[in-house]
């Protein structure tokens, strides 16, 4: 009963780099999502996925990157970081009715 | 646009005090407003969903109200534990034109219980 799983838990990155931070989910939940979280502000949707081969744009997609090949994997992917991307991420799952979504315990992301 | 308010930012209590904690929305029409609570350093954990024409869930000492008119909702603690410090965040699910639309979420209330 792992749930929601991220990976890594921390990152320090050099602007330019690029990496990708892992999602993966063990309850077979259609729906998976990316939030990024920032100091004073409330969650934001980055992109979001309703099945394996779809995905779709959130609140703040730019220089971000996903793709969904299998139900239980949803990777983020920053092709070239930016300071403006130090955050936290989550990633969060659910089913189709979108009641009760399980989110992982985070990955804090900073870029020097 | 769409947004979720929070009251208070942050708000400190003694162990075994009750406190309430504010949301004021201006989404409409919406699907259904949750609750979660965030310990630091973790991901938001859910603690009550309601529909639209649900007014008020309970989980434990957490009791969540609705006011789908006023556009308000409260989650009063009871019998606040030091484990009840994290934030707590309001969430709501708009509805578009028959279907459910992405969450939005407030910005949290920071709570506090000292001993």
């Known amino acids: 009963n792992a749930g929601v799983t991220q990976t890594p838990k921390f990152q320090v990155l050099k602007t330019g780099q690029s990496m990708t931070l892992q999602c993966a989910q063990d309850?077979?939940?259609?729906?998976m999502s990316w939030y990024r979280q920032d100091p004073g502000m409330g969650l934001r949707l980055i992109h979001y996925?309703?099945?394996?081969?779809?995905?779709d744009q959130g609140e703040v997609p730019n220089g971000y990157n996903v793709s969904r090949s299998t139900t239980e994997d949803f990777p983020l992917r920053l092709l070239s970081a930016a300071p403006s991307q130090t955050s936290v991420y989550f990633c969060?799952?659910?089913?189709?009715?979108?009641?009760?979504?399980?989110f992982g315990s985070g990955t804090r992301l900073t870029v020097v | 646009k769409n947004q979720v308010e929070q009251s208070p930012q942050s708000l400190i209590i003694l162990e075994g005090k009750n406190c309430t904690l504010q949301?004021?929305?201006?989404?409409?029409?919406?699907?259904?407003l949750r609750w979660y609570k965030q310990d630091t350093g973790r991901g938001p954990v859910s603690l009550t969903i309601?529909?639209?024409?649900?007014n008020t869930k309970s989980n434990g000492r957490y009791t969540a109200t609705l006011d789908a008119d006023t556009k308000q909702s409260s989650l009063h603690i009871t019998a606040s534990q030091l484990s009840d410090s994290a934030s707590y965040i309001c969430?709501?699910?708009?509805?578009?034109?028959?279907?459910?639309?992405?969450?939005?979420f407030g910005k949290g209330t920071k709570l506090s219980v000292k001993p």
């Open positions: 969430v709501v699910r708009p509805y578009y034109g028959g279907s459910q639309g992405n969450l939005i």
């Open positions: 969060a799952s659910g089913d189709l009715t979108n009641y009760g979504y399980t």
């Open positions: 309850m077979n939940h259609e729906y």
């Open positions: 309601m529909t639209f024409s649900e």
């Open positions: 949301c004021n929305y201006t989404v409409s029409p919406f699907s259904n």
């Open positions: 996925s309703v099945g394996a081969g779809i995905t």
